[in-house]
Nanobody
Framework: QVQLVQSGGGLVQSGGSLRLSCTAS????????MAWYRQRPGKQRELVAA???????NYAGAVKGRFTISRDNAKNTAYLQMNSLKPEDTAVYYC?????????????WGQGTQVTVSS
């Protein structure tokens, strides 16, 4: 079992920056990848960025060049640095983890945090 606690988020003006954090506890040695998803109003949940334990990253096209995912292994914490935010980035953001056994299935989720970008 992995528990995820998110922090960060809030209200920011267009062009601004925010950083989200996600701290894992429990069976952290089983984590293969940590990822950030978001669910925009009226839309399905979508992958924003992912980072494997080997350092490989994957970004959604809409955020590439603006968002950066990183991980502090000593703190078991993943971050999502969001720069040049746009109103269309407004969403509830979730962190998630996959395991070594099921590398591409995100089965543990954070509680979600609201990010609102005003125009």
């Amino acid at each position: 079992q992995v528990q995820l606690v998110q922090s960060g988020g809030g209200l920011v003006q267009s062009g601004g920056s925010l950083r989200l954090s996600c701290t894992a506890s429990g069976s952290v040695s089983t984590i293969y990848a940590m990822a950030w998803y978001r669910q925009r109003p009226g839309k399905q949940r979508e992958l924003v960025a992912a980072l494997t334990r080997t350092g490989r990253t994957n970004y959604a096209g809409a955020v590439k060049g603006r968002f950066t995912i990183s991980r502090d292994n000593a703190k078991n914490t993943a971050y999502l640095q969001m720069n040049s935010l746009k109103p269309e980035d407004t969403a509830v953001y979730y962190c998630a983890t996959s395991s070594q056994m099921h590398r591409y299935e995100y089965d543990y989720w954070g509680q979600g945090t609201q990010v609102t970008v005003s125009s």
